[in-house]
């Protein structure tokens, strides 16, 4: 069967398949074991969690996603590379593409009975770390296309009775303002200037093209705090490095490492801004989880 | 009443208002009149599409809204700025914010009577261009968190029985297959460089960032074409500038024109990427719309 991306017609959210061979001839997941349906020439257009990777971690509507390959006899023992599946999954973050999920009874979030169609997702990150087992892994960050509040309501029928929500900042209007007078503050302070490259970019209309960036990530899995000291200015270049660990900020002397062209220099700072060293730490960590 | 982001307790996508002041009530959309709930402060939560801008673009799942401001006796009198609700949805764009849609009856994917609310939206993209009119307009894109199938479905009760489904190019395996193949071809036609600065940004894991960007926006309402010869490979930088109309590229020398840095620097071009002119036009004209 070929690769389809999209609502498959006839199956409803929340839709229960007793064996996988089910979910194949619907046309949810044609394989019969991989995890992943697609790869690297067509991106992938679904997965199943059915458990195995001690690096999983799934929230119902945000996933992180393991990749497949290094396993042996269900233990790591190997680094994972972005071929095959994994590289199916790449490609449908770098396309927007949708992926269909489907829990299987195996795990928390799963159904009692066999398996469940849960909808669209879409990979916004991918990454390679090292996993718990001290093997790198692919990650994949997925978010359901429904809300939490929608998701619930559909699945409930078909929910473990055990079934708990994770933790997570609801999105109120508190937050919002925070978020709002933040974003606008770094952006004020550094003149929409880059702390990196100091690099102004106008546009005809409105405010010139910049990001108030955190240092810890304020989403999934990281958690970081909403405050200007775990904050910063950034064109949108040095955004996406900063965020996939190309370089990072030495927590003690400010200096850029990893930046060919800014190599050593030190970053751009106002007398009124202050950084909280510890966001520096985490970032610099996970910098060294991937480099 | 204070701005409130996201569903409304109670109120499901479809429902039916029969005036301004149900809806008011509800907490949907609180102005009685104004078609923006919402504004500098606080972002925009909530519109209400009923006619009266000749520049709007209604295709149910996406939609072109036209700012308010700048009319008298319901024509275009003067230009329309940036400021209270346009400012608000400014904000909406920038953190990313939900906002409430509803229909009412005066327009075509209305409801035969009253108000219907339609669900959450997203503001991707703002501008401000010449309208019909000749005076400058606050234009916004929205898209529907729903699908069309989806959105379709759930209003079908409430729809016109005039209602048609607007022309829209289909996300079928074999588009997304070129989407695919053209965007890979000119990343790795180029080595991930930016044709206006030259920059490779490499990362740890994956290819460098970049961007096929096209020139002629293949997405509603430009529906340029997917091909090589209406793409670019840019740096976020440099496509977020291009796509806002920072710059343009002179479509007889291919010299940029509008970025201090690179004035009047000739486009990096590939030997074999034959750029064709009338998109390189196209954008320029739309440019003039903006500068």
Redesign the interface.
Known sequence: M??????VKGVSIGQIFSRRRDLSEAGVHAPLQAGIWGGAN??ACSIVLSGGYEDDIDDLDFILYTGHGGQENKKQVADQQ?TVGNQGL??SC??K?PIRVTRGEQIANGPDHGYRYDGLYYVHK???VKGKSGFYVCRFHLRS?S?I?QLEETLKPNLKTSYERAPRSE?T?EK??R??EN?KKIKMMYDYKCQVCE?K??????DP?SIGAHIKGVGRPSNGPDVVENMLCL???H???FD???FYIDPVTYEIRGLNLYENKKLFTHEKHFIDKQFLKYHFEEYQR??
């Open positions: 070929s690769v389809h991306f999209g609502p067509d991106g972005f790449v490609l770098e396309l593409l991918y990454e390679r296309q809300n509040d999105v209007y919002i303002k978020i709002r974003t690099t970019l106008d546009v005809p209309s409105g093209i064109c949108p270049n955004h996406a490095q996939r660990y190309s991937r480099n």
